[in-house]
């Protein structure tokens, strides 16, 4: 399995950037698509989930609200709609598939997001 990321860029504070991220086989039924992102001098952590059985959405606390997850079927694609940027929000985002919202075992190559003040 293969997972594309595509979408970042630079932004402006407040701005909105849609991120992709196109898996190479139709697996969304069965796993769990995540996104996590990496700042700077920081760990990665957890940004949302969704999962392929039933279509459960997961956000991690602090980005409720802003971010949204959503999946395309046809185009074996999952997204992040990311609203209201703020330069903390600046990191490299990665998305990863998995058998639970746990573990992953196959993951994108990150692309940048660059949120300016």
């Known amino acids: 399995v293969q997972l594309q990321a595509s979408g970042g860029g630079l932004v402006q504070a407040g701005g909105s950037l849609r991120l992709s991220c196109a898996a190479s086989t139709n697996i969304f039924d069965t796993y769990v698509m995540g996104w996590f992102r990496q700042a700077p001098g920081k760990e990665r952590e957890g940004v949302s989930c969704?999962?392929?059985?039933?279509?459960?959405?997961y956000y991690v606390d602090s980005l409720k609200g802003r971010f949204t997850i959503s999946r395309d079927y046809a185009k074996n694609t999952v997204y992040l709609q990311m609203n209201s940027l703020k330069p903390e929000d600046t990191a490299v985002y990665y998305c990863a598939l998995g058998l639970n919202i746990f573990n992953y075992d196959y993951w994108g190559q990150g692309t940048l997001v660059t949120v300016s003040s």
């Open positions: 969704i999962t392929g059985s039933d279509g459960s959405t």
